[in-house]
């Protein structure tokens, strides 16, 4: 019987890989090259909760918007390419930080995107820059309310500001106080840009001037200024008024009622000239040198008893457009 033998194959070595081991990391890797701060933006997409690919939805399309705008300034209703409201997603993020309900990871996520979570103080901020730059040049921030400074409205934000007197933080109104002392004065602003132009003219001493008519109607109703309206014509040497602090008929000396009458109509001439009408509400109340005067209601009052005014003190009132 012929035996037939089975050839034995030779074992052979295990085959050792030429390939490099895995990169636990690869998942990270992109098509384009990809900056740090995009590489952490990613890990903290994957970070987050699964369950919240609403709001991952949300940061990708902000990290699309700062790519190619480089900031997160957006538009409150700005909506995107893909119709996503992103103005109206980062709103809501801004308002969950205030409230201190925005999860770290998240917190983390955006400000690596350079979110603005206050775009009202970075608005301010910008704008009295622009107003800063504009006091070093002219000495004041009595701008005209058209003035435009390299392409912003400065003159319109420094109305807006005056308007809003009242309610600016104390913050706010100590930084345009630093700018200009009387940014917002008790009385019309046109007075003090007309202050200005006068100051800044060289003419006083010349005549047949706008300034130089203009100081002379100063002196003419010296009677009627403000107290620091006299110590800023006085101490320019541009008008010589008279010494009215030792006058019986000095504001320190009036009587009551007449004193009251002085103060009510100063916050009139600032109401008027802050929103350019009179038509005060009732119960509005204006501040005069840091002191609340009941405005609406001085106003209301004048009106009832009108044909029993005084002339000088209709006139006064007429002037005012009242």
């Known amino acids: 019987m012929t035996t037939v033998s089975t050839p034995v194959c030779p074992t052979r070595a295990p085959i050792r890989s030429t390939m490099p081991p895995e990169d636990p990391e690869a998942w990270l890797r992109f098509d384009r090259p990809t900056q740090a701060d995009e590489i952490a933006l990613a890990l903290s997409l994957r970070v987050l909760a699964p369950k919240s690919a609403e709001w991952r939805r949300g940061l990708a399309a902000a990290r699309r918007f700062r790519h190619i705008h480089h900031h997160l300034d ?3 209703n700005y909506e995107d390419p893909t119709g996503y409201p992103l103005g109206r997603w980062l709103t809501w993020q801004r308002h969950l930080h205030t409230k201190g309900t925005l999860d770290a990871a998240r917190v983390q996520a955006l400000e690596r995107l350079g979110i603005i979570w206050d775009p009202r103080q970075q608005a301010f901020d910008r704008a009295l820059a622009h107003a800063a730059v504009y006091a070093a040049r002219h000495g004041h921030l009595a701008a005209p309310v058209d003035e435009i400074h390299d392409g912003f409205p400065l003159g319109r934000w420094l109305a807006t500001q ?4 009242e309610t600016l933080t104390k913050q706010r109104a100590t930084a345009l106080t630093a700018l200009d002392q009387w940014w917002n004065p008790p009385w019309p602003i046109t007075w003090q840009r007309a202050y200005h132009a006068a100051r800044h ?6 005549t047949a001037t706008e300034a ?8 003419a109703r010296s009677d009627r200024l403000h107290p620091e309206q006299s110590s800023l014509l006085a101490e320019l040497g541009l008008v010589e008024l008279p010494d009215t602090s030792a006058s019986p008929v000095g504001e320190s000396r009036l009587p009551a009622r007449e004193r009251a009458f002085q103060r009510g109509l100063a916050a009139a001439r600032a109401f008027r000239a802050r929103e350019g009408h009179l038509d005060v ?10 002191d609340p005067v009941r405005l609406g209601q001085w106003l209301s009052n004048l009106r009832r008893r009108s044909s029993g005014l005084s002339p000088q003190r209709q006139a006064a009132l007429a002037e005012l457009g009242l």
């Open 281 to 290: 509400p009732q119960r509005h109340i204006e501040k005069i040198e840091g």
């Open 162 to 165: 005056r308007k809003r007197a």
């Open 201 to 206: 003219s060289g003419t006083a001493n010349k």
């Open 212 to 219: 130089e008519r203009w100081l002379e109607s100063q002196r």
């Open 74 to 76: 957006v538009l409150q």
